[in-house]
């Protein structure tokens, strides 16, 4: 007859031979070492079969379960761990897109004003946000291919934001999921409180 338990790591159903009562045994599904029971702990209608583990070089018995360690090392993902940490690279590379492009956008700004203003008769004091406005507007109109930019970047940190979202769906402890959702989401919410000052 044979004994039926669970893991005590994954707490899948295991089902052994009577003859491995009271030995250890490996889980068929986390690969553990574990104990088998002497009598059955649950009537469970499908159960995979452990392999008994094998005796040590020397014909020497297994090591008593007391000294088996239950767990090594980290714990197998998930198959939505997986997609968790899919989507969460995904989301970072749309992050350091959205980044670079939001730098790019600074530095070329910054040169193109200080261009401006070293060309600029009037001392050097800094412009008011009028005059500041209309050397942006003045920077675009010579490079348009400078609106570009943050168009660019705002698409990616949407798409960082979606994918950083997605991430946290799946399995919230991803890190790269919050990193994302961290800096696309505060980004987006900037521009969004940002569009509407403008508009009040």
Not at 32 to 56: F, H, M, N
Not at 67 to 80: E, F, S
Not at 135 to 153: F, Q
Not at 161 to 175: E, M, N, P, R
Request: aromatic share 8%; glycine share 8%; charged share 15%.
């Amino acid at each position: 007859m044979a004994i039926r338990f669970r893991c005590k790591q994954c707490q899948e159903p295991i089902e052994v031979d009577e003859e491995l009562a009271e030995k250890l045994a490996r889980c068929p599904f986390c690969q553990t070492v574990v104990t088998v029971p002497g009598r059955s702990e649950v009537e469970i209608d499908e159960v995979a079969t452990a392999r008994p583990v094998e005796p040590a070089s020397g014909g020497l018995p297994p090591v008593p379960a007391a000294n088996v360690p239950l767990h090594v090392g980290p714990r197998p993902m998930t198959y939505a761990q997986h997609g968790a940490v899919a989507y969460g690279n995904y989301s970072l590379i749309a992050t350091a897109l959205f980044i670079t492009l939001t730098v790019a956008m600074a530095v070329i700004l910054a040169i193109e004003l200080s261009h401006i203003q070293a060309g600029s008769s009037q001392p050097t004091q800094p412009p008011s946000f009028a005059e500041a406005t209309e050397m942006l507007e003045d920077v675009r109109n010579r490079k348009p291919w400078i609106s570009a930019l943050p168009m660019g970047g705002l698409f990616f940190a949407l798409i960082g934001l979606v994918f950083g979202i997605i991430s946290l769906s799946k399995w919230v402890g991803s890190w790269r999921g919050w990193v994302a959702v961290t800096i696309c989401g505060g980004y987006l919410l900037m521009s969004c409180v940002g569009a509407l000052l403008t508009l009040v």
